[in-house]
């Protein structure tokens, strides 16, 4: 239950730290571009969600089922050497934390324009 909670309070520090960048870059498109302010705001928090859920997708297509098999078999077949399932678990919490980010960047986003719509 306690790696729940640190992955939960890992992606709220994170999606905090995009937050920051994102209003920098939203604050540097509005002097440099007059563009609005808001809306650039709510489409840098898109882009970051959307990537960051991307990372998480890949890094948990890595971690999968058939990934593992194969690493196994090169691992133990080809090079000889034994099998170690740490990296995988370490995999997952990765996923999970970039996954996660990218779902509490999104629903700000969504919030945000619900919000100011």
């Known amino acids: ?5 640190d992955t939960l309070v890992s992606s709220v520090r994170e999606a905090a730290l ?3 960048i994102g209003a920098a870059v939203a604050v540097g498109a509005f002097v440099l ?16 969600s959307t990537g960051l859920m ?3 997708g890949a890094l948990g297509v890595a971690g999968g089922a058939t990934s593992r098999k194969v690493a ?11 099998y ?6 370490t995999s997952d919490a990765k996923a999970a934390l970039y996954a996660l980010t990218g779902m509490l960047l999104f629903a700000e986003g ?7 719509a």
Request: charged content about 20%; hydrophobic content about 55%; glycine content about 6%.
């Open 72 to 82: 196994e078999f090169i691992t133990t077949s080809v090079l000889k050497k034994k």
């Open 33 to 48: 571009l007059r563009l609005p302010l808001i809306d650039s705001f709510g489409l840098v928090i898109l882009i970051e």
């Open 84 to 89: 170690d399932t740490k990296g995988f678990q």
């Open 18 to 20: 995009f937050n920051v």
């Open 110 to 116: 969504a919030a945000m324009s619900l919000i100011l």
């Open 1 to 5: 239950m306690n790696r729940y909670l």
């Open 54 to 56: 991307l990372i998480g």
